[in-house]
């Protein structure tokens, strides 16, 4: 056939509609085209053939959409090929580790070279280390865990190189190592270090730890503050950077935000610390315990791995997990920037573990000390989420204070005789009890004619007074070689005491006798006997100032204390003469120079000892009770 008439012939054939295409065509499965002449297809006229048409329309299948797999199903088949791939992944590394030993191995020159003879099998191990992540999925949460992988052992230790930059000699190390058992423990007792543990053998168990513990102990402020640089470095370089993560980097973290005060400059820390040891427990796994209900793992699990997290927390892991709950509510009653760390019913089975005192008499002053930061929370991290006028606040405040009062007696009964007689564990208790006496001066009595209510807010300020008093008697019994070893918690305590002191010598309401206050209690007297003592420590001690315009904790505390000094004086109500209410000493070197003329107070509040005092006004109007409300506080 020409290419012309081919042209017009297929111009006048149209293809049939879907479904209807001859009998013929259908059954040959050929392509069926209607003739625009006739009523036979192109097909059956060309074979000469009758063309029937369809004998039905066929009608397309409607697509079933299949149901969607459950969630946990498809978590699975998902979490299956998340583990192929990372499996398929770390086979390519140990591959190209093997192909590097194999290829350094037909080289010998190249360790001659300068390559060390262990970086192929410590990249090797560090390979097998990434090789075959832990994954779990929980189905009953619907959550998949990615574990973290167990850091294989480095040789040599990147902290323990970056901790040879500082040489002790041995007989020094093991005296400050002796300092910190006997005296920084039993303020803070975070850790169990047997007198068997000598310093080079803990240095070479956990290196962070020594360092920070040697900072702390010294006795050369200049060699503090360099190990501060280092212990920084080792912070931001190995925990925020490379992500590394183990129980000596937790423990020296403890250390360095409690003992804090040793190294500020000028910001505070302790905060920002506290969170970061919390991060610490959590990537470690230690802040719950081992889960009971099985879980699913992935196809490719590690048996060394998943035997290793199934052991039982350890006593040091309790104690650990309890020390870092001890250090954010001390930071909390420092800074009240961040509420401490929830408790759980796993910390509470920690507390009954470490009452037993299996290991170290010790933990039961870590018990009471915990315990009696429980009660304070409750009585401080509250506050702020109540709501006033929803409830009578007196009923409520009497109920809660004889209940905690209740609590701390047992609290105090429990206390074995020889942590019961400890400084740290007065201060502790006495420290509680105070909060909760104090507790009841910020509720309003009622309108009362028989005048008990009166009578009971002034057996309430006497109790208040009690208790400063014996405060002021254990302080007073405390060694001057102890007061190195008192962390950030107990001087926030301290500088409080005075605060309470100093509030209950300007009290102005009826039938409460002040001049009797300040007669049995002077609180500048008191500021000024502790300057004293506190330039006592560094001579009693053998410490060496740094040079330069950064001092020591103890060669600038004597400045902080006469600033509060300086701070209460100007918190006197104006028809109050400082001079008339609080006599001054002979010895008092703030007031006058030596030709007599008054020397100008000086203001300058920086450091975090007097951030907890700054938090709130000194005379809160919750103390002042004046019906006329005459006499206004000062604001700070």
């Known amino acids: 056939m020409p290419p012309g008439s081919r042209a017009g012939a297929s111009a006048s054939l149209s293809p049939a509609p879907y479904g209807q295409a001859c009998v013929g065509c259908s059954r040959a499965k050929c392509k069926c085209f209607y003739r625009s002449d006739g009523d036979d297809c192109e097909r059956c006229h060309r074979l000469g053939k009758t063309c029937e048409p369809a004998l039905a329309v066929r009608k397309r299948k409607a697509r079933v959409t299949p149901p969607p797999a459950p969630v946990s199903k498809r978590l699975e088949e998902r979490l299956d090929y998340i583990a192929t791939l990372l499996h398929l992944h770390s086979q390519a590394f140990e591959k190209q580790a093997q192909t590097q030993i194999q290829s350094q191995q037909q080289t010998p020159q190249s360790i001659h070279e300068g390559t060390p003879a262990s970086h192929g099998e410590s990249s090797t191990s560090s390979m097998q280390g990434r090789d075959n992540p832990d994954i779990v999925l929980d189905t009953a949460a619907s959550i998949v865990h990615i574990l973290r992988p167990e850091t294989p052992p480095m040789s040599p230790s990147p902290i323990l190189e970056d901790v040879s930059v500082h040489q002790v000699p041995d007989r020094i190390a093991e005296e400050q190592l002796d300092a910190f058992r006997r005296v920084f423990l039993s303020a803070f007792p975070f850790v169990r270090i ?144 961040t509420e401490p760390l929830r408790w759980t019913p796993y910390l509470d089975d920690c507390l009954r573990l470490l009452g037993e005192g299996r290991e170290t008499y010790l933990d039961a002053l870590l018990v009471a000390q915990v315990k009696c930061q429980i009660i304070t929370n409750q009585l401080t991290c509250s506050l702020s989420d109540e709501t006033p006028g929803l409830e009578d606040p007196k009923v409520l405040s009497v109920i809660l204070s004889t209940a905690l009062l209740r609590q701390l007696g047992n609290i105090r009964q429990g206390i074995p005789a020889e942590i019961r007689s400890q400084s740290s564990t007065q201060f502790y208790l006495l420290y509680t009890e105070l909060k909760i006496r104090e507790s009841l001066l910020g509720r309003p009595s009622p309108p009362d004619q028989t005048g008990l209510s009166h009578v009971q807010r002034l057996q309430d300020l006497r109790s208040v007074l009690s208790t400063v008093e014996r405060w002021l008697v254990a302080y007073s019994e405390m060694p001057l070689s102890d007061w190195v070893g008192m962390s950030v918690d107990i001087f926030t305590q301290f500088v ?136 206004i506080p000062f604001t700070t």
Request: net charge neutral; hydrophobic share 45%; aromatic share 10%.
């Open 194 to 337: 047997p007198a068997t543990v000598s310093a080079a053998e803990l240095r070479r168990q956990k290196p962070f730890l020594w360092l920070v513990i040697m900072a702390i102990t010294t006795k050369m402020v200049a060699q503090q503050f360099a190990m501060a640089e280092t212990i920084w470095h080792i912070i931001s370089r190995r925990i925020v950077s490379q992500h590394l993560a183990d129980l000596d980097l937790l423990l020296g973290i403890i250390a360095f935000a409690s003992w804090s005060h040793y190294f500020k400059k000028d910001k505070p820390f302790m905060s920002m610390l506290s969170q970061m040891a919390v991060s610490l427990a959590s990537e470690l796994e230690i802040h719950h315990d081992i889960p009971i209900k099985t879980l699913r793992r992935s196809r490719f699990p590690l048996p060394v791995q998943q035997s290793a997290r199934r052991r039982p927390r350890t006593l040091e892991e309790r104690r650990t997990m309890l020390a870092v709950f001890h250090l954010t509510s001390s930071a909390w009653s420092t800074y009240r920037k």
């Open 496 to 631: 409080q005491y005075f605060v309470v002191l100093f509030k209950l010598s300007i009290l102005n309401e009826s039938g409460w006798d002040v001049q009797e206050v300040r007669r049995r209690t002077n609180v500048f007297e008191i500021l000024d006997r502790a300057c004293e003592n506190i330039n006592q420590v560094p001579i009693v001690t053998g410490m060496v100032d740094a040079e330069g315009l950064r001092s020591g904790l103890f060669f600038k505390m004597d400045r902080v204390l006469r600033d509060i000094k300086a701070l209460f004086l100007a918190e006197m109500p104006p028809d109050i003469q400082p001079d008339a209410a609080f006599p001054k000493t002979s010895s008092d070197p703030d007031t006058n120079d030596i030709n007599g003329n008054v020397e100008p107070m000086d203001f300058t509040f920086s450091d975090e000892l007097l951030l907890s005092m700054l938090q709130e006004n000194i005379l809160d109007t919750e103390w002042n009770f004046r019906t006329d409300n005459s006499y």
